[in-house]
């Protein structure tokens, strides 16, 4: 799992907001897989649009596009919830989040496994299997 250390050894201090150009990039998702809730475009690392691509692809292929209901944000410089030093990996832009509202912080999730499996199978960590659930959470697997 991608840890918020090897992230700042990578991309730098999400503090420092000039050094936000040299990973970020906003991103025009490609027309065919605009889709369902799929955003058209995204703000969002520049190492995420192969996975993200293929997490898509894989929603559309496999049936799954319908349920993704809400896209609930990728960019965010911000502490992990419930933590007082631990950066989210959202402030470099490695994480994201959807159907918040039927997949809570701490709350049983309610994504299928055929969804989930969407993602991880396009290198993304899940949030739903963690100690404390996160279930709108996907990560970069490894960066
Ligand atoms: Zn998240």
Redesign the pocket.
């Known amino acids: 799992m991608v840890t918020p250390q090897q992230a700042y050894q990578k991309y730098g201090d999400p503090a420092i907001r000039s050094l936000e150009g040299k990973y970020m990039t906003l991103w025009t998702v490609p027309a065919p897989l605009r889709q369902g809730a799929i955003p058209s475009r995204i703000y969002c690392n520049k190492d995420m649009i192969a996975p993200l691509s293929q997490a898509f692809s894989n929603l559309i292929n496999r049936n799954h596009i319908d349920e993704l209901k809400t896209w609930?944000?990728c960019f965010n410089v911000r502490k992990q919830r419930g933590s007082i030093s631990a950066m989210?990996?959202?402030s470099w832009g490695i994480?994201?989040?959807v159907n918040a509202a039927t997949n809570g912080l701490g709350q049983t999730p309610t994504l299928s496994p055929g969804f989930v499996k969407c993602f991880t199978d396009a290198g993304f960590d899940w949030?739903g299997i963690w100690t404390r659930k996160?279930g709108?959470?996907?990560?970069l697997s490894k960066i």
């Open positions: 609930d944000g989210s990996l959202h994480a994201i989040d949030g996160d709108m959470h996907f990560q």
